[in-house]
């Protein structure tokens, strides 16, 4: 026998033979057999948990007879009998099934899952006090021999094992390691990253040292010795990031059994296994989103006759999705269960005296639902065995809150619930373009990126469209708000005026718009960093980084710049309330005209293009007046009071505005300016497609309302 | 008899400033630091220190100085603050001294407001008054301009 891992002194474990002691002071040998087994049991749980499903796959059982029989032999060096021999009945039962000599039903995938969870139980016991529980897993054993000769009476437990303890076990030798991958101490790893970094202040240092001098051959080895130092930073901290994956291995089990115990029938999907995070934040998370999914098992989900009975399917599905955006790691739990009410959530936050009677009255339902955070939160029916007392929220949302992060839920009565959990980007990678303003460098992650215009002088000139001091770029044809980052900053005008330069065009929640900076330098995978807390209410950074270079650079919060340059964003509300007039916050609006001179406005955000067609394409249907317009339908909308030149007469001028992906022409007059204002919208009975009127321009303007101009449009094409 | 307690010194203009050796990582000569624009300008920039990126903190800013030229390189005292570290710039550091907590006197009404908010006491040295400084309120501030 050749234990092929463990042979460096010291990570020999020293076994004592005298059975009935059982005591192994481990090592290295034993820590790695432990961890290596416990995975290879997740994995076994999710195999088995697929099996149970659907079809019997060949290669997943022999996967599963393999790690029963590794687990086995290795169990014969550490001296762990009742491992070895409730291991021993895996491997014999798969040996079977393997053969085709037994059947593989129900029973023998619950068989299979419980001796799975009577492994990792005995697991657990060795890695807290180095040893095995006492007694054996005889029954388990006894029922698992049942199921491998049903006909035959039980046979005597004994021959086996005697069979197996002499067994060579070929697949000991060495420990199974994935491909190319190898297992490092988290403790190593940190000690690597204090290393690079001193590293990196020697490098400063010589960096500093030879930069009076001009291109020596010392400053070039300095200059090379400064690349390898940065890349070696980064490579360490790449090291300590995780796919979030690792941490969902086990839910597909607990999903499983918490279903088997409610009795409710629940299957979990998940979505965004590799999205990386540091591994000191994943441990973090780890129990807040195992209560979540506990929760959304036992409260989200209802029983199977209730789901049937309001029309649903009667299996419940809970969907957990992980993915990167706007600079932070989201992860969402989404049931579709019976959603939560948020009127007894008010009722019970005040029955506990957490909030009086008119405050809870007043708060808005999504406030409302956020009540279950608070301590002391628990109604009657959230104390189960399964999730425990109602403690867990709060509990939930402080541990999410110690790493920097949010919690927060949304709800449907009747529909299902959605828990989101979002953790600013710590230690994680992004791509990111870095360009350069003012003599500084910033960085932009690039998953808000969609293009880079470079703005040649004079030729481009004319796309920028100044209106009214707003800058405007049209780019093939569609309106772009344009901000420039010196102005966003504060910093001086650059040489050259606003229209030198390259323009970024970015996207920041549903809204596009145009960067105007100064140069593009790269892009580069950077390293995020959280932004110091005294500098957290900067809106326009999201974070920070460390360059190739070592020099320290912003990273733009894209959003931020965004609302700090006054552009609404598609979803804000209506700045008008039924009976009342509301300010809303400065805006761009687009003026028009129609045949009487009337102004209408509508938010800049609203309009995609403005273009001018030939009187003649417009073509009726029973829903009224389209054209086509780039291989689609568009709907046209005349304005109230316009003019209506007809089919056959000269050229009309069409706003093409959108929302939510859908489009509608809007037949004007004249397109008078584009202004940024406050406007200040008061309900005047002003028509259907009104939503109130403004004073713009000094003038009276009414306020298009374009989405319901948009859903009478698409009546126009028949389409939904 | 009596607490003594080992206090790194430095001086910022024409004042001098003492913290407790224990809340001082380390003083560095000469940072290379990245501006922050929009902050106010309390913040001097961000800089790398081994891998880790740290806010720095004018502090004659902090404690409400007129903004002078920056003359010559400055000197980071890095503070450990709690989770992470922040660097005061100053303009020369001291010795590092020992004195007794008896000697520890309360500020003089004489100090402006700016000041005396972020002082825990005074020791009087032969030719100078040490103010002693809070660090964890120095570093507590918002910093949008």
């Known amino acids: 026998m050749v234990l092929a891992w463990a042979m460096t002194p010291g990570s020999i474990p020293r076994i004592n033979r005298a059975r009935g002691l059982g005591m192994v002071e481990g090592g290295e040998a034993l820590r790695e057999f432990l961890i290596e087994s416990q995975e290879n049991l997740e994995r076994l749980d999710q195999e088995l948990i697929a099996m149970e499903r659907g079809p019997v796959c060949p290669d997943a059982v022999d996967d599963v007879f393999r790690v029963f029989h590794t687990l086995k032999g290795t169990c014969g060096f550490f001296d762990f009998p009742r491992l070895e021999a409730t291991a021993h009945a895996g491997e014999n039962l798969l040996g079977d099934l393997r053969e085709a000599s037994i059947p593989w039903d129900g029973a023998v995938t619950n068989a299979l899952l419980e001796l799975v969870e009577a492994i990792r139980r005995r697991l657990d016991s060795i890695e807290q006090s180095g040893r095995e529980p006492e007694a054996a897993d005889a029954r388990l054993i006894a029922r698992i021999e049942t199921l491998r000769h049903p006909d035959a009476g039980r046979t005597a437990p004994g021959a086996d094992e005697a069979n197996g303890s002499v ?15 190898i297992r490092v101490d988290v403790a190593q790893l940190d000690t690597l990253m204090d290393l690079v970094g001193e590293l990196v202040l020697a490098r400063n240092r010589l960096d500093r040292l030879t930069s009076g001098e001009k291109a020596t051959p010392l400053q070039g080895a300095v200059q090379r010795l400064s690349v390898i130092a940065s890349e070696l930073q980064d490579g360490v901290m790449r090291a300590r990031m995780q796919p979030i994956g690792g941490l969902w291995g086990r839910f597909p089990r607990l999903v499983r059994d918490l279903g088997v115990q409610c009795g409710k029938r629940v299957t979990l999907e998940m979505s965004g296994e ?123 949302k402080t541990n999410v809150e110690r790493v920097g992060g949010t919690v927060d839920l949304r709800s449907e009565p009747g529909q299902g619930t959605t828990f989101q959990v979002k953790i600013p980007l710590t230690l994680a990678i992004i791509p990111a373009l870095i360009v350069s303003c003012r003599g500084e460098r910033y960085a932009i992650p690039q998953v808000s990126l969609l293009e880079l215009v470079r703005l040649e002088t004079d030729d481009s000139r004319d796309r920028i469209e100044w209106v009214e001091g707003v800058p405007l770029y049209r780019l093939r044809g569609e309106l772009l708000s344009v901000v420039d980052l010196g102005r966003v900053l504060g910093e001086a005008a650059g040489d050259g005026g606003s229209s030198a330069g390259n323009l970024v065009v970015l996207q920041a929640d549903d809204r596009r718009y145009g960067l105007i900076v100064d140069g593009v330098v790269d892009t580069e995978e950077i390293v995020v960093k959280p932004l110091a807390r005294q500098l957290k209410s900067l809106s326009v950074f999201s974070g920070t980084t460390i360059m190739g270079d070592g020099r320290v650079a912003l990273i733009l919060d894209v959003v931020g710049i965004a609302r700090e340059s006054g552009m609404g964003t598609r979803n804000a509300e209506r700045p008008v309330e039924v009976g009342g007039a509301k300010e809303s916050e400065a805006e761009s609006y687009l003026l028009v005209a129609g045949g009487d001179g009337r102004r209408f406005a509508m938010p800049l955000s609203c309009v995609s293009r403005l273009e001018v067609f030939e009187g003649g394409a417009v073509e009726s249907t029973m829903g009224g007046e389209v054209i086509q317009y780039r291989g689609e339908l568009l709907p046209l909308t005349r304005l109230p009071g316009g003019s209506v030149p007809g089919p056959g007469g000269g050229e009309i001028r069409v706003v093409v505005a959108s929302d939510a992906g859908r489009q509608v022409g809007v037949v004007v007059d004249q397109i008078v300016d584009i202004v940024k204002e406050s406007a200040r919208a008061s309900e005047l009975g002003g028509g259907p497609s009104i939503v109130g009127t403004a004073v713009l321009q000094q003038r009276a303007t009414d306020l298009l309302d374009v989405p319901k101009i948009i859903r009478g449009g698409m009546a126009a094409t028949g389409r939904n | 008899m009596g607490t003594e307690r080992q206090y790194c010194t430095f001086r910022v203009g024409s004042l001098s400033f003492g913290v407790d050796v224990l809340e001082v990582q380390e ?91 972020l002082v825990t006491g005074i020791h009087q040295l032969e030719e100078r008054l040490l103010l002693i400084l809070d660090a964890s309120r120095v570093v507590d501030f918002d910093a949008a301009a």
Do not use: Y
């Not at chain 1, 067994?167 to 991958?181: D, H, I, R, Y």
């Not at chain 1, 807040?288 to 098992?297: D, G, S, W, Y």
């Open chain 1, 167 to 181: 067994e060579v076990p070929e697949e000991a030798q060495g420990v199974k390691q994935g491909e190319g991958t």
């Open chain 1, 274 to 396: 590799s999205t990386a995070l540091d591994k000191a934040i994943l441990e973090a998370i780890k129990d807040p989103l195992t209560h979540l999914i506990r929760n959304a098992v036992d409260h989200g989900i209802e029983s199977a006759d209730r789901r049937l009975a309001v029309g649903k399917t009667a299996e419940g599905r809970v969907t957990l999705r992980a993915f990167h955006e706007g600079g932070m790691v989201h992860i969402e739990i989404e049931d579709d269960g019976g959603g939560i009410d948020s009127s007894r959530i008010r009722e019970r936050a005040v029955e506990r005296r957490l909030i009086g009677a008119e405050q809870a009255a007043l708060l808005s339902d999504r406030d409302a639902l956020r009540l279950i955070f608070r301590p002391g939160f628990s109604t009657a029916e959230t104390v189960t065995s399964v999730s425990g007392r109602g403690v867990g929220m709060d509990v939930v």
């Open chain 2, 27 to 117: 003083v560095i000569h000469r940072q290379e630091m990245t501006r922050v624009p929009r902050a106010s300008t309390v913040v001097r920039g961000l800089t790398n220190l081994r891998g880790q990126i740290v806010m720095a903190i004018d502090l004659g800013r902090r404690i409400g100085l007129e903004p002078r030229g920056e003359e010559g390189e400055s000197i980071n005292v890095i503070i450990k603050a709690g989770e992470r570290p922040v660097s005061l710039v100053v303009d020369e550091v001291g010795d590092i001294l020992n004195l007794r907590d008896e000697d520890r006197e309360s500020p003089p009404d004489t100090l402006p407001n700016s000041v005396r908010s």
